[in-house]
């Protein structure tokens, strides 16, 4: 069974860093790409980043373009969130995700697997 479990979420203040982390298992992941989508309370999941197969391409939502970076462990069953200079809007739980295709879609529908979210909190 697939199983993604996030890590990393936390307490920080504006313009802080927190570097998330979602582990895979259940099947061989560094065949497959992965992603992450964010939902603040009364609002709808909201697409962030996701990163292919290799590595090698990424996409990033146009609200955190510059200051979040997807990468892949050295096993690639393990893919992280760097988030720098966070904003209080930044506020949300994270979930890890994996698209059905490349490029993802924007839209949930088009993620398969889902882990259970960490949450992040930015204080101004």
């Known amino acids: 069974q697939v199983q993604l479990v996030e890590s990393g979420g936390g307490l920080v203040q504006a313009g802080g860093s927190l570097r998330l982390s979602c582990a895979a298992s259940?099947?061989?992941?560094?065949?497959?790409?992965m992603g992450w989508f964010r939902q603040a309370p009364g609002k709808e999941r909201e697409f962030v980043a996701a990163?292919?197969?290799?590595?090698?391409?990424?996409r990033y939502a146009d609200s955190v373009k510059g200051r979040f970076t997807i990468s892949r462990g050295n096993a690639k069953n393990t893919v992280y969130l760097q988030m720098n200079s966070l904003k209080p809007e930044d506020t949300a739980v994270y979930y890890c995700?994996?698209?059905?295709?490349?490029?993802?879609?924007?839209?949930?529908?088009?993620?398969?697997?889902w882990g259970q979210g960490t949450q992040v909190t930015v204080s101004s």
């Open positions: 990163i292919n197969f290799s590595g090698l391409s990424t």
């Open positions: 259940g099947r061989t992941f560094n065949s497959y790409a």
């Open positions: 995700a994996d698209p059905s295709s490349w490029p993802p879609s924007a839209d949930p529908s088009g993620f398969r697997y």
